[in-house]
């Protein structure tokens, strides 16, 4: 996704959404970061971030938000009824003490690289705050690096689901969903079951897009 389009796609969403009436925050999207502040940062937290992170923050944004929340007296139904907001969000500024906050959950409450729920905390790097204590995160693991993991602190049924095979692929899918939430109880209802990826395409999110008031197959 190049910067126009992801703009052009959040501007519309946002503009939509407004229209009718939901609370819609300022969409930001600031300059693209240089070489030299990337590397910067990757001096600071020992290690390179992964190619499409990397790549977004020099030709997209070094800083991006996005926000809008339902008025409180629209419901949605089944599957959608826990859907409430939307929230994309990234920084280079923050990207050492996103790590370092979501390490100090592993170092103080899951420690256990062989508990199966503690190691799934292990070998991430946080780049998103959801608020609530969990984190979408990189997984730094050879095998897997750069796909996005979703980090649960409290049993969360998202607890270690793969949402997207890297940062790129996560707007691809996300954003034409308005990036529905950012808690794992508003975007599990659009994963896959067979890979639990975020699926932006089929009648689940053209129905998603059409309660939204947006363009089926967007």
Known sequence: MIRVQLV?????????LAGRGFDVRDVVVDEPASLGEVEAV???I?????AAYRDALLNIS???????????????GDPFRENFSGDLHWSL??????????NSWVD???PNADDPYDAVWHNKAA???VGNGDYLAFDLSEAQYGSIVYLSHDDGE????????DFADLLGRWVPLACTGGEDWQWLPFTAERTTMIEPHGPLADGWRELLGLPRGA
């Open 62 to 76: 070094r800083h991006v938000e996005f926000r809008w929340f339902a008025p409180g007296e629209m419901g949605f």
């Open 8 to 16: 052009d796609q959040l501007q519309v969403t946002a503009s939509t």
């Open 93 to 102: 500024d923050l990207t050492a003490q996103l790590i370092n906050d979501a």
């Open 127 to 129: 780049f998103y705050d």
């Open 46 to 50: 020992g290690f390179a971030l992964p």
């Open 42 to 44: 990757e001096a600071a």
């Open 158 to 165: 998202g607890h270690g689901h793969v949402l997207a095979a």
């Open 108 to 110: 103080e409450v899951f």
